[in-house]
């Protein structure tokens, strides 16, 4: 059974994992809970007791020396041997995100180092890491070479990302420029009378279906010199 709460505490052991809180939880957790004040790192391997739920049978449990869980609760609430799991959980990081669209702080990307020694499920019952993709959506649990080959997804999609950034960098600044010639284009044409401002209309209308103001210059430009070259010609 898998701790996927996130909970220290080991709320992983609760029947049925039902987390809803049943009045006399909140005090447990109250009195589980080191006081900041004296509370200690937890290092080197620990040993610590529950009750076997069958026979109240008192059953000694020693962690693995990176084992962080403060085991607390479990000392109240587990069931059966294959409830024990160890862990250690790596950093955390969030990112704005939504499901229905109200963005709100997701998880991303956290793991979890642990092990379930009597786990029913024989994947968990050596050391595995299991990642948290995103808020309460899990991987498998992970031996040493899936973690590789996850990573290694991990890192093709983050170059993706990469790329997409350099493009992104290039199309708003584009985009940016495209902006400020039609804001140059529309503040002439309004004071434009007559030919002129039918040709800065015209100008505007291929800025904004082009998006590429440069291209529109030249072209407009080659016509005025073309135009004017004619113009002469015929005075002459």
């Known amino acids: 059974m ?7 505490y080991g709320l992983m052991a609760t029947p049925a994992l039902d ?5 006399h939880l909140p005090h447990l957790v109250d009195q589980a809970r080191p ?13 610590w007791t529950y009750l076997r739920q069958s026979d109240r049978a008192p059953i000694s449990v020693t962690c693995p020396t990176w084992c962080e869980s403060t085991h607390e609760m479990d000392q109240y609430l587990t069931q059966a041997p294959e409830d024990i799991q160890h862990s250690v959980h790596g950093r955390e990081v969030t990112v704005k995100a939504t499901a229905n669209g109200t963005y709100e702080d997701w998880r991303i990307l956290g793991a979890q180092l642990a092990i379930a020694p009597d786990s029913e499920e024989p994947e968990r019952r050596a050391p595995y890491v299991q990642v948290e993709i995103a808020d309460e959506v899990w991987s498998r649990p992970m031996g040493a070479g899936e973690l590789a080959d996850f990573i290694g997804t991990v890192e093709g999609q983050l170059a993706e990302l990469r790329k997409l950034h350099t493009g992104l960098v290039q199309v708003r600044a584009e985009h940016a420029h495209t902006v400020d010639v039609l804001t140059i284009i529309r ?3 309004a004071t434009a009378t007559g030919p002129l401002a039918e040709v800065m209309d015209a100008m505007a209308s291929l800025v904004e279906k082009t998006g590429d103001p440069d291209s529109v210059a030249e072209l407009v430009l080659g016509l005025t010199v073309r135009a004017r070259a004619e113009l002469l010609a015929a005075e002459a």
């Not at 898998?2 to 220290?8: D, F, G, I, M, V």
Request: charged share 20%.
């Open 2 to 8: 898998s701790n996927l709460t996130r909970n220290p």
């Open 19 to 23: 987390l809803t809180p049943t009045g």
């Open 35 to 47: 006081h900041p004040d004296t509370e200690q790192p937890l290092t080197g391997a620990r040993t």
């Open 187 to 189: 503040e002439r044409q």
